[in-house]
């Protein structure tokens, strides 16, 4: 079966500075999502990959799809307390379906 | 839309009691997918239904966990007998396809076993 790994398992940063998360795959990736979630909240979309080289931005996060590597990162520049939380990676696995998630990223924020 | 919408948001319950977790999708969406957190496995899928259909239920734990979609607009996640151990946040999410599309997840129901 499928499995995502992500690192770091958590991160603190300084507000400010920037970092990134990466997330990969043990299989191929048909479709790859990143979410974020607040403590004892759901999770909410923040992009969906698809095709290898893919780059999206939303604000001041970039996500990109190496799909020769199975891997996936997330990028956040100039980081503010409003970016901590939980980031997931999530995998379709094409036909079959379903959809699987990485264990996460904790990232915290220093003002 | 009101989203995907979970009930109830918490359950404090006695070991040995059934349990019963409630999910509506959103309208239209094809797939409903069950999934449990916890700070030690993270977000695990536990079964998921195309079109009120189980697809796959190999992410269940025990026969204790059953799941069911009766039509296209109520799921329910049983868990008879509950144990301890199955403390954790539940948490139902729906989406129109699994391809190009993203999911939407309710806001989870924190489950405590005691």
């Known amino acids: 079966s499928q499995e995502l790994e992500q690192s770091p398992q958590s991160l603190i940063v300084q507000e400010g500075k920037n970092l990134t998360i990466n997330c990969t795959s043990s299989k191929t990736l048909y479709g790859l999502y990143w979410y974020k979630q607040k403590y004892g909240e759901g999770l909410i979309f923040l992009m969906m990959?698809?095709?290898?080289?893919e780059e999206k931005s939303h604000e001041k996060i970039t996500a990109k799809l190496d799909e020769k590597k199975q891997q996936s990162s997330l990028h956040i520049t100039a980081s503010q307390p409003s970016h901590a939380g939980i980031y997931l990676c999530g995998a379709s696995g094409g036909s079959q379906g379903n959809l699987i998630f990485g264990k996460g990223t904790k990232l915290s924020v220093k003002p | 839309d009101a989203g995907v919408i979970q009930s109830p948001r918490h359950e404090v319950t006695e070991m040995g009691q059934e349990v019963t977790l409630r999910c509506k999708p959103i309208s239209g969406h094809d797939y409903l997918f069950w999934y449990r957190q916890t700070m030690m496995r993270g977000l695990e899928l536990l079964i998921y239904?195309?079109?009120?259909?189980?697809?796959?239920d190999s992410g269940m734990p025990e026969d204790r966990f059953s799941a069911k979609m009766p039509n296209a607009s109520f799921s329910t996640l049983k868990i008879q007998p509950s144990e301890p151990r199955d403390s954790a946040v539940y948490f139902c999410?729906?989406?129109?396809?699994?391809?190009?599309?993203?999911?939407?997840f309710g806001q989870g129901t924190r489950l405590t076993v005691v």
């Open positions: 990959l698809q095709k290898g080289g």
């Open positions: 999410a729906s989406s129109f396809s699994t391809w190009g599309t993203e999911a939407f």
């Open positions: 239904f195309n079109n009120n259909v189980p697809i796959d």
